[in-house]
């Protein structure tokens, strides 16, 4: 299917320029945004503090001081 848009030089440029910051032709850039937009990711964004939050996590997973697991003392700071 062709589709033809009228775009105002301001809006153009502004997607030119995240077209670019893509590495996509503006055709391609438009192209992605609709079908993002059509079939939305089947996870919610995840902010970047839940993203470090989730990493921290993991990160921790297995780690002791002194024989006591880091999940452990954090509980014991939070009384």
Do not use: C, F, W
Request: hydrophobic share 35%; net charge negative; no cysteine.
């Amino acid at each position: 299917m062709t589709v033809n848009l009228e775009l105002t030089p301001d809006v153009q440029a502004d997607l030119l320029v995240q077209a670019r910051e893509s590495g996509l032709s503006l055709e391609a850039y438009i192209e992605q945004v609709i079908q993002e937009r059509v079939r939305p990711s089947v996870h919610p964004e995840i902010t970047r503090s839940q993203l470090a939050g989730q990493r921290i996590r993991e990160l921790r997973e297995g780690i002791t001081l002194g024989g006591i697991p880091i999940k452990d003392l954090i509980e014991e700071g939070r009384e």
